[in-house]
């Protein structure tokens, strides 16, 4: 099994940037595909985006094309979301996950625990 820890959200102002981490260990060489979610307080989590592990294609939301970016690092098993032009509604816990399968759509199967990320206006 895949183990996500997702880390670097924090408190930030309208118009900053951020970096998230997800480091994954145990069988990731199961993992086929990485991504990000997010869920704002009293709405459904949400997909982001993703990046696919052996070619590091990435595929991002149009809200937030052009102002966040996905990529990885195979040598430590990490990816990474970095984020700019904040803006308050991108507040939320901002949650990683693995794919060991894609079929019609990818299978999440495995999640991190959520990190924060507070953008204030």
């Known amino acids: 099994q895949v183990h996500l820890v997702e880390s670097g959200g924090g408190l930030v102002q309208a118009g900053g940037s951020l970096r998230l981490s997800c480091a994954a260990s145990?069988?990731?060489?199961?993992?086929?595909?990485m991504g990000w979610f997010r869920q704002a307080p009293g709405k459904e989590r949400e997909f982001v985006g993703r990046?696919?592990?052996?070619?590091?294609?990435?595929y991002s939301v149009p809200s937030v094309k052009g102002r966040f970016t996905i990529s990885r690092d195979n040598a430590v098993n990490t990816m990474f979301l970095q984020m700019h032009d904040l803006k308050p509604e991108d507040t939320g816990i901002y949650y990683c996950?693995?794919?060991?399968?894609?079929?019609?759509?990818?299978?999440?199967?495995?999640w991190g625990q959520g990190t924060q990320v507070t953008v204030s206006s």
């Open positions: 996950a693995s794919a060991s399968s894609l079929t019609s759509r990818w299978q999440w199967d495995t």
């Open positions: 145990g069988r990731t060489f199961s993992s086929l595909a």
């Open positions: 990046i696919i592990w052996s070619t590091g294609d990435t």
